[in-house]
Nanobody, 118 residues
């Protein structure tokens, strides 16, 4: 069984920063694309950022210039550096990974809460 362990969430003031981490472990043989999603109350889950094994990055328009996604392939870990946080960034953030060879195999983290408030 594959497990995704997330960390780094918490309460931060507007304009502050947080760094989320997600490490995959278990039966996964090789990790493909890794991504971060978020879901705010009453809203649908949305893709925040993704990164391929080759380092190609994709960001939602709302976080471009503020968030940076990165990964360490050898450690099966993905990070999300969040700067200049806004109240509208408040959401549960979820890590997502796909199998490198079988993309239909994907895995979700349990979620970590990020709250941006004064």
């Amino acid at each position: 069984q594959v497990q995704l362990v997330e960390s780094g969430g918490g309460l931060v003031q507007p304009g502050g920063s947080l760094r989320l981490s997600c490490a995959a472990s278990g039966s996964i043989l090789s990790v493909g694309t890794m991504a971060w999603y978020r879901q705010a109350p009453g809203k649908q889950r949305e893709l925040v950022a993704s990164i391929t094994r080759g380092g190609e990055r994709n960001y939602s328009d709302s976080v471009k210039g503020r968030f940076t996604i990165s990964r360490e392939n050898a450690k099966y870990t993905v990070y999300l550096q969040m700067n200049s946080l806004k109240p509208e960034d408040t959401a549960a953030y979820f890590c997502h990974v796909s199998d490198r060879w079988v993309t239909s195999k994907d895995y979700w983290g349990q979620g970590t809460q990020v709250t941006v408030s004064s």
